[in-house]
Nanobody, 122 residues
């Protein structure tokens, strides 16, 4: 499984950005895709996840209402719409895939993309 993340960039506070993650190779209909992020000097944290089968979603509590995860099963692609971005959202964003179920723990995700940098200026 290869995951190709993209869409990052430099934006100003209050702007929106949409990240994408295209999965190729084997995909897991019983699993899920997740987004995580890691800011400089901080640990990786969970952002959002979506189940391939029914589109059910999980979000980090602090990001609910600003971030939206979605999927396009036909394209094997997952998106992360980020609105009203804040400087504290600056991080490398990673997409990841898990074989079964859905969750918030990074250790449960087997496959990882290369990351895309999001920088939010104040």
């Amino acid at each position: 499984v290869q995951l190709q993340a993209g869409g990052g960039g430099l934006v100003q506070a209050g702007d929106s950005l949409r990240l994408s993650c295209a999965a190729s190779g084997r995909t897991f209909s019983s699993g899920a895709m997740g987004w995580f992020r890691q800011a400089p000097g901080k640990e990786r944290e969970f952002v959002a996840a979506i189940r391939w089968s029914d589109g059910s979603t999980y979000y980090a509590d602090s990001l609910k209402g600003r971030f939206t995860i979605s999927r396009d099963n036909a394209k094997n692609t997952v998106y992360l719409q980020m609105n009203n971005l804040k400087p504290e959202d600056t991080a490398v964003y990673y997409c990841a895939a898990r074989v079964l179920g859905i969750g918030t723990e990074g250790d449960e995700y087997r496959y990882w993309g290369q990351g895309t940098l999001v920088t939010v200026s104040s």
